[in-house]
């Protein structure tokens, strides 16, 4: 196998455990982020299993990097194979402590990353006539999720995306998948936004919520195994198959969850 | 609809409401004047504005919503003069018509940071006056594409897929400081929002033929809107193809496919894959 596969968000969570589930002998993998290090350490243990690390630290959110990666990377190889947009930053905290700042921040991380990934990638991909386009989303995109509105909002468009995308790919031979995980044990908690909130109240108001957590290598073995099934969209685990299904039917269920959410909150800001 | 019904709901009321230049924005800031709102009718586009029927008030404001700064700048006067805002309507849009292979990166962040980024500065600069008000309401105009998905516009339903999201979860948090917030969902509305260099490769007739509903007048839409804003509805849907749409697309989105295949027949005509 020398395919070449692109995975951004490659030097945390998600991105870095699916780089070590999909690495293969003569593969190429292109490891997208912005931090040159991690990067160069998740580089050697891909180069431990056979196949070839491409450390680009690129900043998705700066226009023109991605093109810029994409042309001097068929340069080496003449095609991109797979696609795994993974990059993404949380947010929590009260909608009205969010300034305009706040909200493009997250904007250029959540979304204009994504669109940049489908007008370059996968333009490229639907030019060479072959291809796989991953998005990972969150269930909280499905569900709804306050005190994480700006994200939430922000997965719900990259969902928005995939619906009328997924009607297009096809035609040109590349195939998009949807990845929409429950809790996972990522640095992305670490690394989110907090407003008016931390990262030890919201990890304990997530505890009193119920849902387990799975670590970012489970969730990478459930993304391969939901592609090698040809799902398109991939849903895990357990809980957030029925919290998905359940959502549009019996939003009272969930509206249980949002108060549990903001009970969570209101406790911690009087202690 | 039943127009008195909400007659009284606005009287007296501060309301902003963005792109009132054209379309639904220009109906409802016509009929929110009508029932004695004082409207801020904010639009990028000075024509449009023009074209309002002015009265004491009206106030229109030129005011491009991707510009944070001066979107803070406007909302700061009006809570000078006026105290409070009691309604925001984010209504601005635009939209594009494309197969996502044509559309650059730059088409796509021109539309997504008015739909998105415009609704976002609104609420940032708004929202947070309201909570301190412990009173508002805000009015974030989505489509039933967003749910359904629309094969040829991917940027548009992604923001509009944004404003579900947003609108789900900023409702559960805003009522707990007794703001108020719901979504309007139309379907086909006979606006300016499809015009020829708004479609990338495709004839605007063949795209027009296409569309498998008809039109509603923005009149009635605003009428809907209204109805449903006086009565503090969450989901604001309609006509009543789109609810049966946004049945279909949550129970049987497969009977949405002939549809989305139609959409993208005059964007392939004459294409190749290659």
Redesign the interface.
Known sequence: MSSTLVITGASSGIGRALALELAQPGMTLCLLARRREELEILAKEIEERGAIAVVVPIDLSV??QL?DFLDKQLESTPVIDEVYHCAASSSFG???Q???????EL?KVN??SA??V???L??QM????HGRLVLVSSLA?CT???????Y?????????????????TS???VKLHLVIPGFVKTSIYEKAMYRGCNESSTMESIAKLGFPMISSEQAAIAIREGIERGKACIIFPFYARILTFIA??MPFVL?LF??KI?ASYRGSDSS | MNRSSYNTTFEGKVVILTGAGSGMGKALAAMLQEAGAIVFAVDVNEDGLSSLTKSDNLICVSLDVTDAEAYQGFVDEVIRDHGNIDYLFNNAGVTLLSDAVDISSDQWKALLDVNIMGVCNGIAAVYPQMVKARKGHIINTSSIAAVTGYATAAPYTCSKAFVVGLTRSLRPEAKQHNVDVSLVCPGYVNTNIFTADRIIGADLDKVFSRMPFKFISSEKAADYILAGVSRRKKKIIFPFSSKFLWFLSHWAPFMLAPFQRGFLKPFREGKSPS
């Open positions: 226009r023109g093109q009260a909608v009205d969010f300034s305009a700042k706040d909200w493009s904007y979304i204009l669109t940049d489908i007008s370059v996968y333009r639907a030019a060479q006539g995109g709804g999720y306050p005190m994480a509105t700006p939430t909002a922000m997965k719900e468009g990259v969902i928005g995306i995939y619906r009328s995308l997924r009607h297009e035609y040109y031979g549009p039917w509206a949002y108060r903001l």
